[in-house]
């Protein structure tokens, strides 16, 4: 009992064994730099390969013609789409986008079709050439980052602005009203002119004012004569009448 107690005790202590394997690291076997011999440095010199020199310089020879890319038949389509687009529209605005929320662009498609407006999204790549080619050309230094067109078939700049001021992810940077380049500050101010009926309304009352206003100056000066002739007959027929001669002795 004495014994296994014992053994009991070595156990619990720790059990090393007898043979143990010691593994002592050894520097690894690396090839040092060494020289070329002479002779083979000569041999390779000897068959190192020498293209042949051209007939003529290269600088002389014609430039290679570019190679024409094939054009992507979606990206013909998107450029359609985008002509079209500008072509129907009497208001273009370019906007910056930055990053939203899906729910976010959502509302701002919804409160801007009220208005008869339509959001589009555009590549540069694609909204480039086509408006190189159109009126809109002034538009280009624009197109510099991730940008977005406003576009309708009336120019509603007030209802775009009004939309606009809820949402400063979309920043607007120009705009092609009827024809005519504006930046932000000029659309700003296209926005605070009246309607385009108003101001017609207002065009045809001013231009009926002024032949009615000729009108009535060129009758005030024969109406004013005619009335001092009529006054003047009236006095002197009161005259006449009063200081009449009495009849002489010849005449009774």
């Given amino acids: 009992m004495a014994a296994l107690s014992g053994g ?6 720790g059990w090393l064994p007898a043979l143990q394997l010691l593994r002592h690291g050894s520097k690894a076997v690396t090839r040092h730099w060494k020289a070329m011999h002479f002779q083979r440095q000569k041999l390779l010199a000897l068959t190192e390969y020498l293209p042949p020199r051209p007939a003529l310089p290269p600088r002389c020879l014609p430039r290679p013609a570019p190679r024409q890319q094939q054009e992507d038949g979606y ?6 789409q985008l002509e079209a687009t500008l072509r129907a529209s009497r208001m273009v605005a370019v906007c910056q986008y930055n990053a939203m929320a899906d729910e976010d662009v959502a509302a701002l498609r919804h409160f801007l079709r009220r208005h008869d407006i339509h959001v589009k999204f555009v590549l ?3 909204a480039r050439p086509v408006l190189a080619q159109s009126k809109l ?4 230094p624009l197109f510099v980052c991730r940008n977005i067109l406003l576009v309708s078939p009336e120019p509603r700049a007030r209802e775009m602005l009004r939309v606009l001021k809820g949402v400063p992810q979309v920043i607007l940077l120009g705009a092609c009203i009827d024809d005519t380049i504006l930046s932000r500050q000029g659309v700003e101010s296209a926005a605070r002119l009246p309607p385009l009926e108003a101001s017609r309304g207002q065009t045809v009352a001013a231009l009926s004012a002024l032949p009615s206003q000729t009108c009535s100056l060129l009758q005030r000066g024969p109406a004013h004569l005619a009335a001092l002739l009529e006054q003047r007959v009236r006095q002197l027929r009161g005259a006449g009448g009063a200081a009449e001669p009495a009849p002489g002795p010849g005449k009774q």
């Fill in 8 to 13: 009991g005790t070595r156990w619990r202590r």
């Fill in 75 to 80: 990206a013909r389509v998107l450029r359609a």
């Fill in 124 to 126: 540069n790549e694609v």
């Fill in 137 to 140: 050309r002034n538009l280009l």
